[in-house]
């Protein structure tokens, strides 16, 4: 296998191949990397690990909500402010992303042991 | 719509897949801890810069907390 | 300074490969592991340094009884800080190393329709209540694609996805295979509003750490 020839490791696909290389192509932006001291680059990259995180808080948060939820937990006053605030911090968070060009694949969490918590 | 009409796009998954697994995936033998979220390599970045840019931030009136970003 | 490809386990001998930016591919022994490196010049990440580490691990796998991939990272300022690194993991290194031996990683990357996002929620409830439906579409999704492989692996990785993506890698014993593959097939052939990628056969690049199930 030469670095220059095609390779191919596709064993099976379907549907529309397009859309899984859409899932991937952030990774093109990783070259080159690690010697990156472009303060733009550097901020994009600090807001993407900050919207991270908050996706990350909102989505765990959001989650106990509809366990709560199902559970019966909460009256329908509860309900419907719940679900308004998640709806605000949903609206705020895409907000966020279309300022500073991020994709929901863009904040992409690696969080090892903790891989399927989301 | 068979994806074996189109070699190229296959070649390019594959691609795209190999160089996820090398740089994402793998053993991590370094001694630093790295962070690896939202591929941000924070030893790289280094805390200086990390502290300079969150000022920058607020500099420019962005949230950085949730109660902010309700408001 | 000091590139690491992979840990390996019985290599006859080094591939008649390359490492990055042409240099000589060389084995470094630390206590009971035995690791494949290359002298680098300097820190950099470019695409056909990827390649050419993916070109040397796999070269590798196909003369070994086991290999661990490395990840591409900073390099090794020298030999001293590989040792210590590598002592640090060894006995979880040694344990994953007998994990894998035999096995080759698959790749399922799937994305589903993306679901008709009807009119904006009226009430904060409603919005809970479409959530709700979202979570449960997802965990169907992952149910009936990832179950039925999950139970050919030896062990899987990864998963972190949004509710229309899904993102998984398997352990599967080498004569394992085709027998997944297969499933693969059918479940293409049972969904087909899915876009549905399955790659392989890696070398074992997701189960290099003992968080892996």
Known sequence: ?118 | MSSDLRPDLRQQVTLLELVDRVLNKGVVLSGDITLSVADVDLVYIGLRVLLSSVATLEEQGMPVAIGDALR | MIHVYGIVDELDSLPPVEGVDGAALERRRVDALELVVSEVPRDEVTQEAVLRHAQVVEALMSRSRAVLPAQFSRPFAGDEELVSAVTAKASDLELRLQRVRGCVELGLRVVAPAPDSGPEAESGAEYLRARLDEERRRSQLVAEVDEPLARLAQETAGGAAGSNVFERAYLVRDEDASTFLDTVRELQAAHPELSLACTGPWPPYSFGAEAAK
């Open chain 1, 1 to 118: 296998m030469s670095a220059h020839e095609p390779i191919d490791k596709v064993l099976a696909g379907s549907g529309d191949l397009d859309r899984i290389a859409g899932e991937l192509e952030h990774l093109q932006d990783a070259f080159p990397r690690r010697i990156n001291a472009d303060p733009e680059k550097v901020e994009q990259g600090l807001a993407r690990l900050v919207l991270t995180l908050v996706e990350l808080l909102r989505q765990l948060m959001e989650r106990q909500a509809l366990r709560r939820m199902e559970g019966g937990a909460l009256t329908d006053e509860q309900l419907d402010q719940l679900g308004e605030t998640f709806m605000k911090l949903n609206q705020r968070m895409e907000e966020l992303k279309a300022e500073f060009g991020l994709e929901d694949r863009d904040l992409n969490l690696d969080l090892g042991p903790l891989g399927n918590l989301l």
